[in-house]
């Protein structure tokens, strides 16, 4: 018996599935990501009983009296993906709350578990190679659930060509690029007076409304500009010979 696929067309998925938010502090990234269907927030701020209603897991590196690291941030992401891959649950959505916190706390656990400062410390580049491989895994873990996944990210400047300031993600770029290669939808938030405002940066596709699948994901697409195109109506076909 062949493990091959059949040889014939198959109807693609395109409902968005992998989010990246990002934005200035207090300007509604989280508030949006809490749209997403029966989250469960991976939270990096310390504050998880009281961070929002959904339930929350704190990402930390735990450690002894002694300083040294008992249970790893990484640890921790793997316990818990690997439950919401192999347990049955009711959850949609994983949210990561804030990703550029996660990269420093996976930073932290690899220098701390080699008795090391930095990543740079650790002989023949060890250290960013396992710093690397470990972001590239839990990207790919994540992107394997059978659920949403929302990466939220707090807002930073760089200077352009021109060097003036930009607006960007607080993510650093090469990790950015990790992370962001395999979402679908960037999404900036904003605050500006009394309005609230969602901006699409990046798009992987052209999204049509009647594609979304998942009736939340599509309610929260229609509220943002940018994020859906419309569906062409098809051409009415007429006998007329003129084509009228």
């Given at each position: 018996m062949?493990?091959?696929?059949?040889?014939?067309?198959?109807?693609?998925?395109?409902?968005?599935?992998?989010?990246?938010?990002?934005?200035?502090?207090?300007s509604g990234?989280?508030?949006l990501?809490?749209?997403?269907?029966?989250?469960?927030?991976?939270?990096?701020d310390?504050?998880e009983?009281?961070?929002?209603?959904?339930?929350?897991?704190?990402?930390?590196n735990?450690?002894?009296?002694?300083?040294?690291?008992?249970?790893?941030?990484?640890d921790?992401?793997?316990?818990?993906?690997?439950?919401?891959r192999?347990?049955q649950?009711?959850?949609k959505?994983?949210?990561?709350?804030?990703?550029?916190?996660?990269?420093?706390?996976?930073?932290?656990?690899?220098?701390?578990?080699?008795h090391?400062k930095?990543?740079?410390?650790?002989?023949?580049?060890?250290?960013?190679?396992?710093?690397?491989?470990?972001?590239?895994?839990l990207?790919?873990?994540?992107?394997?659930?059978?659920?949403?996944?929302?990466?939220?990210s707090?807002?930073?400047?760089?200077?352009?060509n021109?060097?003036?300031?930009?607006?960007?993600?607080?993510l650093?770029?090469?990790?950015?690029?990790?992370?962001?290669?395999?979402?679908?939808?960037v999404?900036?938030?904003?605050?500006?007076?009394?309005?609230?405002?969602?901006?699409?940066t990046?798009?992987?596709?052209?999204?049509?409304?009647?594609?979304?699948d998942?009736p939340?994901i599509?309610?929260?697409?229609?509220?943002?500009?940018?994020?859906?195109v419309?569906?062409?109506?098809?051409?009415?076909?007429?006998?007329?010979?003129?084509g009228?």
């Amino acid at each position: 018996m062949t493990i091959l696929p059949k040889n014939e067309p198959h109807q693609p998925h395109n409902t968005p599935r992998n989010f990246f938010i990002w934005g200035a502090t207090m300007s509604g990234k989280s508030y949006l990501a809490s749209y997403f269907p029966d989250s469960i927030v991976f939270s990096t701020d310390g504050n998880e009983k009281n961070s929002g209603t959904r339930p929350t897991i704190a990402l930390l590196n735990k450690v002894n009296s002694q300083g040294k690291i008992t249970t790893s941030v990484i640890d921790i992401l793997d316990k818990y993906i690997l439950a919401l891959r192999t347990e049955q649950n009711t959850f949609k959505t994983v949210v990561i709350d804030v990703i550029e916190d996660v990269t420093v706390l996976i930073e932290q656990a690899i220098c701390m578990e080699a008795h090391v400062k930095s990543l740079s410390d650790i002989p023949y580049g060890k250290g960013y190679s396992m710093f690397n491989s470990m972001l590239q895994e839990l990207v790919m873990n994540l992107k394997a659930l059978p659920m949403n996944v929302v990466y939220i990210s707090r807002e930073d400047t760089r200077s352009d060509n021109n060097e003036q300031p930009v607006p960007v993600p607080a993510l650093k770029q090469k990790y950015y690029n990790v992370v962001n290669g395999n979402c679908d939808l960037v999404i900036r938030t904003q605050h500006l007076g009394k309005n609230y405002i969602q901006t699409v940066t990046d798009i992987r596709r052209k999204y049509k409304q009647s594609e979304i699948d998942d009736p939340q994901i599509l309610r929260i697409l229609m509220a943002i500009p940018g994020a859906l195109v419309k569906d062409v109506p098809a051409q009415t076909q007429t006998n007329n010979k003129d084509g009228k």
